[in-house]
């Protein structure tokens, strides 16, 4: 037998995503987004309005093109930018967005379209600033023991992470969807994340410094080490007879490198382990680690397989530093042309500092990347492929929260956006799981006619912002004004 469930008494249903919760008055719905008020179908949260003020690079105007009550003085007000977010969906879609705001800007007659995308397609990449061998590439990163996406290709002083997406929310069992979700959501409101990987176990969040095994992580290395010989190169010159830059993918060794080579350094018959790639440039000289350059050595010596007698001197003067100076130690040569440890010249000291100096400090960043490429543009028109096409041709801009969006090439409207450039707490959740994210299109109105708009659904700006339950926020200083170059202005 088949059958429609029965709402509970004085329960109303929302329609704002495929779970469909009964909501009883007074109580809110699965996601803690929609709620039962007096009867009314509600979204809790305050509805977020961006502020730019004059100091923020707003212009003043002689006349009050979108201001309803001028008080007849020659400088408006500040100007305000309707986001998505607390703004609503509109599942399954083909309904206009909840809020199609028309405002003018630079003389343009403006649209902007904005609603709570629900994405099941959806991911962050986290990009960790450290050497630290964190697990090979194609590793599963799991939380909560269970799989949530994996380590990717790593970057010049930083590793990869490739967390969320369809397969891990979707294509596993709930206990993995849901983990994912809460995974993905959390990162993304700037929240602390513990995560393990092969063993290692790392503590994560945008825009902080991670934590590595318990580590917490200050400096993201100069450079690797051959690029750390050619920085450091004439600052070494006369101090030191040779250098070694330990580093878990190019290990730099300055007698041998071209850099050393310009600066007439004479060689000193050393002979690394690994295999020498070019010049004064060597890979695997040890084994992936949380140590030395991000390798597993403690001692620096177990890189060198001794020196040509018939090249090195006693008296040699040997410098061993890692890729952020953490790490150092100093050696000259005796008799017998073994390294003894020795106490590091002041003059050196200088050097090893300078790196440390020039170490950014390491820091966490998340970028949620999702595709908005499906239904959710029926919202914005009735021929969703031209809201494509006006984005690709520039004349869409497209923000998430205000912040700038970057739209891949390519079919689709797949974007991606830094999540510390967006209002706290920007992002929600549905159980399917999914996540809620806050998606903008702004577009002059005449393009957004031609595209197929809800031009009977727009209302103007004067009277969205006139709204209850909305929060009005100062816009980011780094963000340019969302409306800036909608409308393919430069
Ligand atoms: S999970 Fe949230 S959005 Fe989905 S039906 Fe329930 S209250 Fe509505």
Redesign the pocket.
Known sequence: MTGEILAPEDAIR????????F?KPGR???????GNKDGKLVRLDPHVILERSLAQGAEAVAFLGNAKDWDGTLVRGPEHFVTAIGAG?T?PDYKPAPFIVSSKFDGVDMVTVVTEGIFSYCGVKVKIDTDRYIGAERSLVRADGEAVGHVTTSEYGSQMLSLGGVHHLTGGSRKQGTATCETLLSLCNGKEVGLTVDGASLLIAAGKPPAIDGNLEERMRVGCGSATIGIFARQWAGKVDEVVVVDDHITGVLSEHQAGKVLDTAPTGIKIAGRRSTAGRYFQVAEPGTSWGGTNITDPLSIIKGFNAKVAWPGLRLLMVSTTGEQFAYFELDEALHPVEKELPQSLRESVDRIRENCEPAMTSVLFMCGAGGSLRAGVTENPVRLTRSIKEKITRVTCGGAPAYIWPGGGITLMVDVTRMPANSFGY??TPAIVAPIEFTLPVEAYRAMGGHMDCIRPLADVIADENQQKIAMRAENPWPLTTAGGKP
């Open positions: 929302c329609d704002a995503c495929p779970v469909a919760c909501i809110a719905g699965a996601c803690d987004r929609y969906t599942y549905v159980p």
